[in-house]
């Protein structure tokens, strides 16, 4: 019988959390799927510190260590790994792995061994790393590692893996699988957290399934499986899945191309080609996640290919173009504006349409009055950052509509989307699609992306290796997430 490591018994923190039960075991990953948003950052939170509760009971070790009724604050040995890399990446991943550490007591510190040292611990996981190199020179899958193994050094009760297919290609997570199950052989827990069911299922021996700040089902290694998820994001099924959605797809031609790369080469992007159709939605699927980041640049036109070209509407790329959105990732924290109000994010990509916007307000509010029914404050008395991260979500792409765009390309847009988000995503690309917009996202895992999508692009070694249309989703099976009914 394994050790239990974590326990919490009735937890309840209104109106986030409500009775929640969960229980971690030592050489187990568990998986958290959370349906919506809601309470999943608190819970987060308690495995981690000891943060006032309404009612119930924490035990770590089978030991309890906080209760509704105490007060003393502490933090537990939990290591969270998400996007947001603990490690610091100014050193040598030596310094990080042994000088950094919470135990060591040496204060002369001598690299050769160091450096001796990091080989022999990072050989059983199949990374060979050359001596003192510097964290920010490694790719995400190595820093990924890197932290697994420092959490294996400080003997980490639980490490919470958060959502790190936003950062890990998916040949990586193939990679992460061996790597969890020798690591769990060794006695660490894991909790991983996820929105997509495929994603968690192959990593997970069991699951949570979280709703409204409450555990809805404890999913049994048996019970992971499509039929039994769907029961539970039928809301999800209900809305893709419907007969007129399926038809816009199928009954569309694409036959102007709005974007065209013909043979570029920058950077990991070898002899890259390909077109997007008017109206057409594109996946582009990086694997190995070697080029999305090169291709984001010459599109945005703070890069240049070395040879080849990228055009868009028969001219080069360029941000001023009205008619051309870019969305990055960490879209809202780097397309909102704080010092505006929310009316005013709105609107300001769309004051070319409007004569002497800026110079009556009554008019931009007549304007937005129609987009109340999304926000719960007032628009013009509120700032971006007063917002919920969901309603921030929502700022941007009804932004991204009033601007009606020609052509939007977005990196990984349904990173960090739970399910509620996802369904209002899809269907405003939906929308865009109706109204003519050419779409390319750019992705390195595909969740639900592959329901919006005309064609799916593979790349590897940064050209196009394979092409799918619609209709050949379900062949291939190289990817988790989830594909349109045929």
Known sequence: MKDEVFRLEQVSLPPLLHDIHVNLCSGEVVGLIAIDALGLEELLEIFQRTIPLLY??????????????????????????????????????????????????????????????????????????????????????????????????NRTLLVILKEISSFVSEVDLQRLQPILTQLCSEGMTFLYVGNHHEEVFRFASRCYLMREGRIIKHLLADQMNDSIIGHYIFEFNDTIDTVTRQRHYEHTTHDDAVLVCDHVHYGMIQDLTFTVGHGETIVLFDREHLTITDLFALLEGSAQAKEGSITINGKAPSTKDRSIVLVPPKSTDRLLFNQLSVLDNLLFASDHKVHSLWLSRSRRRALGAPLQQYFEADLDQTVPLELERAQRFRLLYQRILLQNPKFLCVVQPFTSADMYQRMELIKIFDELKQKGTSILILAVSLSDTLQIADRLLLIKKGKIDLELKRSEFAQYQGFAGSVPKE
């Open 56 to 153: 119930g009971h924490i035990y770590v070790k089978e030991q309890l260590v906080h209760d509704y009724l105490s007060t003393r604050k502490s933090e537990y040995n939990v290591m969270v790994i998400d996007r947001s890399s603990t490690l610091v990446e100014s050193m040598t991943v030596e310094e990080n792995l042994f000088v950094l550490r919470k135990t060591r007591r040496q204060h002369l510190i001598r690299f050769s061994h160091l450096s001796q040292q990091m080989g022999h611990l990072l050989k059983p996981y199949g990374l060979d790393i050359p001596p003192r190199t510097l964290i920010q020179d490694l790719p995400h899958f190595e820093r990924l590692v890197i932290q697994l193994i420092k959490a294996k050094l």
